[in-house]
Structures are given as C-alpha cells and as structure tokens.
C-alpha cells in the first residue's frame, strides 16, 4: 500500500507537505496549542498520519505562523500570503 502525502505529490522527500494541506488539517484551531493538540486537530480534520506524526514534534506555538516556522523544511509550495 503506497504512503499517502508526499508521495502522492511527486515530492522525492517524504516529509514534504503544501501549506493549504496543513492550514486545512489545522482548521479550527484555538491558539495557544502544542504538538499534541495540534496532531489530535489534525487527525480530526482528516490530515494524514505523516503529517499528524509530523505536527505531535512541533512545540507550543502562539498562531499558524509559529507552525509553519517550525514545519518550514517540510513545505512545499510558498508560505506567502501573495
């Protein structure tokens, strides 16, 4: 059974997720959070296990910036608003 996510994608790295993918995942949320607020939100949002994985390292983070900040080597595609 093939991974779901990255690979999907195209992306060679397994660890490569687009910023709507992970505002989608974290819809919802009500800052301040940690890792394991935010992984619990995503997998209620339907966000897959990579990325829960992923998001369970991630400190406690004061908004969406802060996440991406701390997931900005996992991105792909631009975290610009433009």
Known sequence: MPARGAAERGYQAVMAYQVTEVQKALKGADYPMDGSQLADLA????????????????????????????????????????
């Open 43 to 82: 997998k209620s949002n339907g966000a897959p296990d990579d990325l829960v994985d992923t998001l369970r390292q991630v400190p406690q983070v004061d908004g969406p910036n802060g996440v991406m900040k701390h997931l900005s080597g996992e991105l792909g595609g631009s975290t610009s608003d433009n």
